[in-house]
């Protein structure tokens, strides 16, 4: 008798751990991921936070939130809603706003929404499954990439957090 790959127990879920210049909401058990983002995850957000002048004495928050459907069922994405006390989708209007009076050089340095969203594109390894695209989606995912093409409609759904997947 041969042992069945679907008797394999699932991979051990762990929760997304706050670093030594950011704080990570805890989330409840059901919301835990996997050890291979939680680690992931860990290095982007530790390189953002000291890049973005947080220390351990002055971390930045980051908030998550439970996702629920496709790779959230399996432990393998995450949501961000929100950095330093704002929510992205409150970063994104003043990244509007500051690119309509001509002030997107500031505003790189001050945005931490614009901020989070490209260490996590520039840093990160994430998952692409074969004929999709890169699974990093957010507020400026049209007008930074990766995946510039996204719909209009996956795009309003994220226009308040970024999902990340691995
Ligand atoms: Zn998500």
């Known amino acids: 008798m041969s042992c069945s790959l679907a008797e394999a127990p699932a991979p051990a879920r762990v929760p997304i751990s706050s670093g030594r210049a950011y704080r990570a909401t805890p989330l409840p058990p059901g919301a835990f991921v996997t050890p291979t983002l939680a680690d992931e995850l860990a290095r982007v957000l530790e390189r953002?936070?000291?890049?973005a002048s947080f220390t351990?004495?002055?971390?930045?928050?980051?908030?998550?939130?439970?996702?629920?459907?496709?790779?959230?069922?399996?432990?393998?994405?995450?949501?961000?809603?929100?950095?330093?006390g704002r929510g992205l989708d409150a970063w994104k209007a003043d990244w509007d706003a500051a690119a309509?009076?001509?002030?997107?050089?500031?505003?790189?340095?001050?945005?931490?929404?614009?901020?989070?969203?490209?260490?996590?594109?520039?840093?990160?390894?994430?998952?692409?499954?074969?004929?999709?695209?890169?699974?990093?989606?957010g507020p400026w995912t049209r007008s930074e990439g990766p995946w510039r093409r996204i719909s209009d409609a996956l795009l309003f759904a994220h226009r308040d957090h970024i999902h990340i997947a691995k």
């Open 100 to 137: 309509t009076r001509g002030a997107v050089t500031d505003e790189r340095q001050r945005n931490l929404g614009w901020r989070l969203y490209k260490a996590i594109q520039t840093y990160g390894r994430w998952s692409q499954p074969q004929g999709y695209p890169i699974q990093i989606f």
């Open 56 to 84: 351990a004495d002055r971390p930045v928050e980051i908030l998550f939130k439970p996702g629920v459907v496709g790779h959230h069922q399996v432990g393998r994405a995450a949501d961000i809603y929100a950095v330093g």
């Open 48 to 51: 953002f936070a000291v890049e």
